[in-house]
């Protein structure tokens, strides 16, 4: 099963309006990685957080992790219709070698 | 620069039917090599990985294998698919990092439909 659950789902909202998603994971990580997916399209990296890291900023992604509740927040500023797309949290493991575990993604919309 | 090939883009295949899915990379040694499925509109389940040469880690069972005869090289197959394999393929690369999951590179991604 997956282990990173994102929330919402879906999310909808205006141009400029800032869009947050939220991760959340059941075991102990190294790390948490974002990616964005366009439609029919391969997964792009977008932000890694350590587990040692509280926040980490990227243009305008900003992302958050709290260990102590096994979750993370990612929020686009001034979203742009562009922005149009699927995002996916995923967790790497401190054991377990290499591998992501990736959550069931949120679907964003960004309307004109 | 690194880039990473998949191909055939797309496919549609009869039930039965044995199926090749290649995937390469390019400008980088002895990277980790991954696949994934994706059902439509879910996120990723990942099928096997690779370390290294000739080693293959199968997370689910299923009706696929892998191979990777080299380096760069990793390959998705079957003897007989089922209904059930249609999907978007994705594989993907990072480099090895003891003690850690670095970040994947992705490739473009192969849709097979099973009819």
């Known amino acids: ?112 | 620069s690194q880039t990473i090939h998949q191909w055939p883009a797309t496919l549609v295949q009869p039930v039965g039917s044995p199926l090749s899915l290649e995937c390469t990379v390019e400008g980088t040694s002895n990277p980790n090599l991954y696949w994934y499925r994706q059902a439509a509109g879910r996120g990723l389940q990942l099928l096997f990985y690779s370390v290294g040469i000739g080693q293959i880690s199968s997370e689910v069972p299923q009706n696929l294998s892998a191979s990777r005869p080299q380096d760069r090289q990793f390959i998705l197959s079957s003897k007989k698919l089922l209904l059930s394999d249609s999907g978007f393929y994705l594989c993907a690369w990072s480099v090895f990092e003891t003690g850690g999951s670095n970040e994947q590179f992705f490739g473009p991604g192969t849709r097979l439909t099973v009819l």
């Open chain 1, 1 to 112: 099963s997956q282990q990173g659950e994102e929330d919402p789902q879906a999310l909808s909202i205006q141009e400029g309006e800032n869009a947050t998603m939220n991760c959340s994971y059941k075991t102990s990580i190294n790390n948490l990685q974002w990616y964005r997916q366009n439609s029919g399209r391969g997964l792009v990296h977008l932000i890694l957080i350590r587990s040692n890291e509280r926040e980490k900023h990227s243009g305008r992604l900003r992302v958050t992790l709290d260990t102590s509740k096994k979750s993370s927040s990612l929020l686009i500023t001034a979203s742009r219709a562009a922005d149009t797309a699927s995002y996916f949290c995923a967790t790497g493991r401190i054991q377990g070698a290499q591998k992501l575990v990736f959550g069931q993604g949120t679907r964003l919309t960004i309307n004109p």
